[in-house]
């Protein structure tokens, strides 16, 4: 079980425009969001505004609120950290999200024009609800 104590609010943005992310995931939410949720420091997780763009060539990621993100190693694969990663993206309402952390690894080392159209559209577009079929 993962307990989050001493939830606050990111520095200001004049403070502090960008981030070198530590172990990283990225949730897709229902709704089309691109959320980061990082662990900047030990035990110290970020979770981001939603992403306003995203430049996987240079591996840095804006978010709404202007602040920008360097991707610098592959997403988390640490049982632990990721754990604690999860429990954040579902304590800030992403409980239905998909993570497309690995897909994202994916564009950030070969462009986003080598992923299969399939990936890009796991990536980016919102889950639809399939039509019900009529009998």
């Known amino acids: 079980m993962v307990i989050?104590?001493?939830?606050?609010?990111?520095?200001?943005?004049?403070?502090?425009?960008?981030?070198?992310?530590?172990?990283?995931?990225?949730?897709?939410?229902?709704?089309?969001?691109?959320?980061?949720?990082?662990?900047?420091?030990p035990g110290q997780l970020r979770f981001t505004s939603a992403l306003s763009r995203m430049d996987f060539f240079a591996g840095v990621a804006v978010t709404s609120s202007g602040r920008e993100y360097t991707f610098l190693t592959p997403p988390a694969h640490d049982a632990d950290v990721q754990t604690m990663i999860e429990a954040m993206a579902v304590n800030c309402g992403l409980n239905i999200a998909v993570d497309v952390s690995d897909l994202w690894w994916k564009a950030i080392?070969?462009?986003?024009?080598?992923?299969?159209?399939?990936?890009?559209?796991?990536?980016?577009?919102?889950?639809?609800?399939?039509?019900?079929?009529r009998g």
């Open 4 to 41: 989050l104590m001493n939830e606050r609010e990111a520095p200001s943005l004049e403070s502090q425009p960008s981030v070198r992310l530590g172990p990283w995931r990225v949730f897709r939410s229902v709704a089309g969001e691109l959320h980061i949720c990082s662990e900047l420091a």
């Open 109 to 133: 080392l070969h462009g986003p024009d080598a992923l299969p159209d399939t990936d890009l559209a796991v990536m980016m577009c919102p889950q639809r609800t399939p039509p019900t079929a």
